[in-house]
């Protein structure tokens, strides 16, 4: 069974910086692609990051330049690292992976960035 755990959210200042982190288990990490989604209060959920298992990464233009994906594949732990936050990257982010025809999803941490 995957299970994955999001930690690192919080509140913080227009400008400021956060890392997200996401510990994986039940799952040959280092395999598979990893993803963060966010989801803005009365929005649908977004991809902000992408980590492909060769360790390439992608980013829509709304974050491009101020977010960074990693990741540790001997700890099984996937990083956001947010900079430059602004209100608008105000949501609920949420680790992801894909793995035999289904998508699993951490529980989510809260990140609320004040104006």
């Known amino acids: 069974q995957v299970h994955l755990v999001e930690s690192g959210g919080g509140l913080v200042q227009a400008g400021g910086s956060l890392r997200l982190d996401c510990v994986a288990s039940?799952?040959?990490?280092?395999?598979?692609?990893m993803d963060w989604y966010r989801q803005p209060p009365g929005k649908q959920r977004e991809l902000v990051a992408t980590?492909?298992?060769?360790?390439?990464?992608n980013y829509p233009d709304s974050v491009k330049g101020r977010f960074t994906i990693s990741r540790d594949n001997a700890k099984k732990m996937v990083y956001l690292q947010m900079n430059s936050l602004k209100p608008e990257d105000t949501a609920v982010y949420y680790c992801?992976?894909?793995?035999?025809?289904?998508?699993?999803w951490g529980q989510g941490t809260q990140v609320t960035v004040s104006s």
């Open positions: 039940g799952i040959i990490f280092s395999a598979y692609q």
């Open positions: 992801h992976t894909y793995r035999d025809f289904r998508n699993y």
């Open positions: 980590i492909t298992y060769g360790g390439n990464t």
